[in-house]
């Protein structure tokens, strides 16, 4: 595998669910991100993690918990999701925090 | 104001013609540029970046850079079928600890045969 992957790529849950998506770099990269992007709109940050360690959290409700075991791994945690949270989610991983980054093919999620 | 302003578009240019991209940005300790390049329901891919005052060429692509001016784009030469995608122009700046990478909003780009 390279690049940054991502699972599952499609997922439908309830909103009393909970369930978990993957992120895993291949890149030797430092950083790693969470983004969120509903139909017709711009990207929304959600989370950063530099050297494990989460540096930014765009103020982004608790039914969503990132984790961050070592630079390659990239977890998000989800429970109690609002219809309004379907969307695609996007992964991506950089050098540093000022560097282009990679994203991974996104999970398309939709809470029913 | 928003922090990095593109025109939503779209911007329809004919097969072979130059496509011109535009994005403004209002930090002026913005210090990385980018360019990404998203097909529909596809994650963005990186096409360029940039970090000095100028042109940059790659193949088919050109991004330029204007500090003083607050803006970067991006020229598509002899656009194809295939460039029909939103544009996202993508600005790292200093924040708080560290940087923080903002994107814009895309550009839409319709090539028409």
């Known amino acids: 595998e390279t690049g940054v992957t991502q699972t599952p790529r499609h997922l439908v849950m309830g909103m009393t669910n909970k369930k978990s998506l993957k992120c895993e770099q291949h890149l030797g990269h430092n950083a790693m991100y969470w983004y969120k992007q509903s139909a017709k709109k711009p990207l929304e940050l959600m989370f950063v993690y530099n050297f494990k360690e989460q540096t930014e959290n765009n103020s982004v409700p608790s039914r969503f918990s990132p984790e961050c075991p070592n630079s390659s791994h990239l977890f998000l945690h989800l429970h109690t999701l609002q219809p309004e949270d379907s969307a695609l989610y996007l992964c991506?991983?950089?050098?540093?925090?000022?560097?282009?980054?990679?994203f991974g093919p996104g999970t398309r999620l939709t809470v029913t | 104001q928003k922090e990095v302003e593109q025109n939503s578009g779209p911007l329809s240019v004919p097969e072979g013609a130059i496509a011109s991209l535009n994005c403004t940005y209002s930090d002026r300790g913005s210090q990385s540029f980018f360019w990404y390049r998203q097909y529909s329901g596809k994650s963005p891919e990186l096409i360029m970046f940039i970090y000095s005052n100028g042109d940059k060429e790659d193949g088919r692509f050109t991004a330029q850079l204007n500090k003083a001016s607050q803006y970067v784009s991006l020229l598509i030469r002899d656009s194809q079928p295939s460039d029909s995608a939103t544009y996202l122009c993508?600005?790292?700046?200093?924040?708080?600890?560290?940087?923080?990478?903002?994107f814009g909003a895309g550009t839409r780009l319709f090539v028409k045969a």
């Open positions: 993508a600005v790292a700046r200093g924040n708080t600890g560290g940087f923080k990478t903002i």
């Open positions: 991506a991983s950089s050098r540093g925090v000022e560097s282009e980054q990679y």
